[in-house]
């Protein structure tokens, strides 16, 4: 069985305070397209990025990130 990366960053802006796209993207130093296409599994980040999302939202990695069967 295949499996593919699945996240949960729409949900973890949101929970905090309705984080705007641009706003996560400031605080990664990325542009919101980035953040756009990572929500929409259109572009996997690098482990770096990962875990500096992780940081952000004070979460696990494996919370943002999931590995599940498609």
């Known amino acids: 069985m295949a499996k593919k990366i699945i996240n949960n960053i729409r949900k973890l802006r949101f929970e905090h ?4 796209q641009a706003a ?10 980035t953040v756009a296409a990572m929500e929409g599994n259109k572009y996997p ?5 990962a875990f500096r999302l992780a940081d952000v939202f004070d979460e696990d ?9 498609e």
Not at 45 to 49: C, G, I, T, V
């Open 17 to 20: 305070d309705e984080m705007t």
């Open 45 to 49: 980040p690098s482990l770096e990025l």
């Open 61 to 69: 990695i494996s919370y943002v990130f999931e590995y599940v069967n």
């Open 24 to 33: 996560l993207a400031e605080a990664l130093g990325v542009t919101r397209q």
